[in-house]
T-cell receptor
Framework: GAVVSQHPSWVICKSGTSVKIECRSL??????MFWYRQFPKQSLMLMAT?????????EQGVEKDKFLINHASLTLSTLTVTSAHPEDSSFYIC????????????????FGEGSRLTVL | GNSVTQMEGPVTLSEEAFLTINCTYT??????LFWYVQYPGEGLQLLLKATKADDKGSNKGFEATYRKETTSFHLEKGSVQVSDSAVYFC??????????FGGGTRVLVKP
């Protein structure tokens, strides 16, 4: 299947600093990528939909100035956690849909490995 | 709004035991239903899916049938292996491209 890769897989930073997480589609072009946050022992919460060449669409309750999303190319979306605080510590996961697959409405998403952020 | 409810884990069972993970949903319209699996240290992978009522999705010995009358999509496997130890997520996709996930169920299979 299609491959989505995230980097870094884990990062530790000091409170107040900013951290960038990259999400790449390795063998297909993705006009849309999705960013999720996964809390310990909880489900994935959709944070935002990243659209190539336009602004991201944020879910209700997600601070767009806090979680900056840039989708500069068809294979790369970045999530920047600005002025990180300990409560931002979490597992961040990106996903994308391969438009080459038959039936784009099938809904299958390909997920990255996730990036674990720890803010001290 | 849309929601997915699945049984809480962890579910611990022995090899070759029968596994059932219950999943029910609430959605407007006619959603597509999915089961994703997350193995330790890895990202989520699609396990199986069903796009309309009475469809049965199957993969790797797992099966789930889309039951519109009970709004359910229970996951079953007749004989689990240690390698099936993972977290399983039920999800739905209604109008648009967003997936709504259940809370996940951790399964631990002991030899």
């Amino acid at each position: 299947g299609a491959v989505v890769s995230q980097h870094p897989s884990w990062v530790i930073c000091k409170s107040g600093t900013s951290v960038k997480i990259e999400c790449r589609s390795l063998d297909f072009q993705a006009t849309t990528m999705f960013w999720y946050r996964q809390f310990p022992k909880q489900s994935l919460m959709l944070m935002a939909t990243s659209n190539e060449g336009s602004k991201a669409t944020y879910e209700q309750g997600v601070e767009k100035d806090k979680f900056l999303i840039n989708h500069a190319s068809l294979t790369l979306s970045t999530l920047t956690v600005t002025s990180a605080h300990p409560e931002d510590s979490s597992f961040y996961i990106c996903s994308a849909r391969d438009p080459r697959l038959a039936g784009g409405s099938s809904g299958e998403l390909f997920f990255g490995e996730g990036s674990r952020l720890t803010v001290l | 709004g849309n929601s997915v409810t699945q049984m809480e884990g962890p579910v611990t069972l022995s090899e070759e035991a029968f596994l059932t993970i219950n999943c029910t949903y609430t959605a407007t319209g006619y959603p597509s239903l999915f089961w994703y699996v997350q193995y330790p240290g890895e990202g989520l992978q699609l396990l199986l899916k069903a796009t309309k009522a009475d469809d049965k999705g199957s993969n790797k010995g797992f099966e789930a049938t889309y039951r519109k009358e009970t709004t359910s999509f229970h996951l079953e496997k007749g004989s689990v292996q240690v390698s099936d130890s993972a977290v399983y997520f039920c999800a739905l996709k209604a109008a648009g491209n967003k997936l709504t996930f259940g809370g996940g169920t951790r399964v631990l299979v002991k030899p």
